[in-house]
C-alpha cells in the first residue's frame, strides 16, 4: 500500500495556504479530496488497501489495489481497513497445510483420515469406519485403527466351481475367471462352459451322454444296451411295478412268478421257473402262505409248525404244560388254576391242599453257608458256601418252641 511521507503533506497545507492568502487557489476538489497534488508526483489517497498511489493530471491521487488472491479456490479474498490482507474460508473446506480440502475428502496418503469441518478445519481427523487397504483386491479383513490402515490377511476364495475356468486373483483387479479347454464331463470345455460330445457309435437307440437319444425303438420294444429288441412276446401275467407286486400263481406245491422280459416294454411278463415256498409255507391258491397259523403282521412273521402255538409278539411259542395242573405255560399263559383250599407249586405245576396254620415254600434254589463278602463270622460246618435245590415243602406259619 502506498503511503507519501509526512513532508509532502506538510509541503501541500503550505500551498494551499499560500494560495489562500495571496487570492489565488485551483478548482474546488471533491469532498475528502481537498488537497491538491501534482500530477505524476506519488501521493496517499488516504486507502489503506491500494498501494503506488500516484496524481494524476485532474490533481486527484491514485493508487492500484492491493491483490488479496491467494489462489485457493476454498477461500474468499478480502482487504480489511487496516490494510491486511483477509482469507476467510468457504463453508465446508477445510484449509489443511495450505491445501484446500472439501469436508469428507480423504488425506491422500491414508482412507482412514479425512477433513471433517465440524471437528477441524486445519487438520486431519480420523475415521475408522472408513473403508481401506482397496487398492489390495485378493485379500478380506482390511480396516482402520487410530487412522491407520491395517490389511486383511485373509485370502479370497476365487474358486467358481466352473472346471472350464481358471481361476485366480488379480490384486488390482480381484477375481479373474479365464476360459480354458480342459476335458470336462462327457466333453471338452468350450468359452467357460462344458460342450457336451454325444457319444452313439455303434448305437442305435439309448441315452447319447448329453440328455438325448441316439434314436428310438418300435413300440412295444425297448432298447437293451444301445440295441433294440427284435421282438417281444404277448404279456402272460403281471411283472413287479412301482406301486403292485409281481404276480404269482401255485404250481403243485410250488410257486411260480411272473418277470419282467427283458428289452420288452414295461409290463411285458412270463412266469418263471415254479420255486420252492419257504420253510413253514405252502403254496395255496396263488402264492405261499402258512399251513397252519402264522404270528406277526404283513412285513414281520413267522409260521407257527402247528395251531397248538400261541404268538408272543411275531414269535410262535408252544405251551408246555403236560404233567402240570397249575402254573405258568412258557408262553406268557397258565396250565390252569387251583382250587380255593389249595395253592399252586409254579415249578412243580402242582397244586397242594395247605394244611391249618401252615405256608407253601415252592420248590427252587437258593444259597447255603457262609458267604465271608457279607458274614462277619463264619462256622466251620458252614463252608463251603453253596447253591442247593429243594422240594417244595410246608412249613408252620408260626414259631414253635
Not at 486527484?60 to 488472491?69: A, P, Q
Not at 491407520?148 to 476365487?158: F, M, N, R
Not at 444301445?226 to 417281444?232: L, N, P, Y
Not at 404283513?298 to 404233567?323: A, D, K, R
Request: a negative charge.
Amino acid at each position: 500500500m502506498g503511503r507519501v511521507a509526512s513532508c509532502w503533506a506538510v509541503a501541500a497545507l503550505g500551498m494551499a495556504l499560500l494560495a489562500a492568502m495571496s487570492g489565488c487557489g485551483g478548482t474546488e476538489s471533491e469532498p475528502g479530496m481537498e488537497t491538491q497534488c501534482t500530477a505524476g508526483e506519488a501521493c496517499d489517497d488516504e486507502n489503506p488497501c491500494t498501494e503506488n498511489d500516484k496524481c494524476t493530471g485532474q490533481g486527484e491521487c491514485i493508487g492500484e489495489l492491493i491483490s488479496c488472491d491467494d489462489s485457493r479456490e476454498c477461500t474468499v479474498d478480502s482487504c480489511d481497513p487496516s490494510g491486511q490482507c483477509v482469507h476467510d474460508l468457504k463453508p465446508g473446506f477445510c484449509l489443511i497445510n495450505g491445501v484446500c480440502v472439501a469436508d469428507g475428502e480423504t488425506k491422500p496418503d491414508t482412507p482412514c483420515a479425512e477433513c471433517m469441518v465440524a471437528a477441524s478445519k486445519t487438520e486431519w481427523m480420523n475415521d475408522d469406519t472408513n473403508e481401506c487397504g482397496l487398492e489390495d483386491k485378493c485379500h478380506t479383513g482390511s480396516h482402520c485403527s487410530d487412522g491407520e490402515c491395517i490389511l486383511g490377511t485373509e485370502a479370497l476364495d476365487c474358486d467358481d466351481d466352473n472346471s472350464c475356468t481358471d481361476d485366480s486373483c488379480d490384486p488390482a483387479k480381484g477375481c479373474q475367471s479365464v476360459p480354458n479347454s480342459s476335458p470336462c464331463e462327457h466333453g471338452t470345455c468350450v468359452d467357460g462352459e462344458c460342450q457336451c460330445t454325444p457319444d452313439c457309435d455303434g448305437k442305435e437307440c439309448g441315452p447319447d451322454g448329453c440328455g438325448s437319444d441316439c434314436g428310438t425303438c418300435d413300440e412295444g420294444c425297448e432298447c437293451n444296451e444301445g440295441f433294440c429288441a427284435t421282438s417281444c412276446p404277448t404279456s402272460a401275467c403281471e411283472p413287479p411295478s412301482d406301486d403292485t407286486p409281481a404276480e404269482t400263481v401255485c404250481n403243485g406245491n410250488k410257486v411260480m412268478v411272473c418277470e419282467q422280459v427283458p428289452n420288452c416294454a414295461p409290463g411285458v411278463g412270463l412266469f418263471g421257473e415254479p420255486q420252492d415256498c419257504p420253510t413253514g409255507m405252502a403254496c395255496l391258491g396263488f402264492d405261499c402262505a402258512c399251513e397252519f397259523k402264522s404270528c406277526g403282521d404283513e412285513e414281520v412273521f413267522e409260521c407257527c409248525p402247528s395251531n397248538q402255538h400261541t404268538c408272543v409278539g411275531s414269535q410262535c411259542c408252544l405251551p408246555v404244560c403236560e404233567g402240570k395242573e397249575c402254573g405258568p405255560d412258557g408262553c406268557g399263559g397258565t396250565c390252569g388254576s387251583c382250587g380255593a383250599d389249595s395253592t399252586c407249586d409254579e415249578n412243580s405245576g402242582k397244586c397242594f391242599s395247605v394244611p391249618d396254620g401252615m405256608v407253601l415254600v415252592p420248590a427252587g434254589k437258593f444259597w447255603m453257608g457262609c458267604h465271608e463278602a457279607i458274614d462277619s463270622e463264619c462256622l466251620d460246618d458252614e463252608y463251603p458256601y453253596h447253591e442247593v435245590e429243594l422240594n417244595a415243602f410246608f412249613v408252620d406259619k408260626t414259631e414253635v418252641f
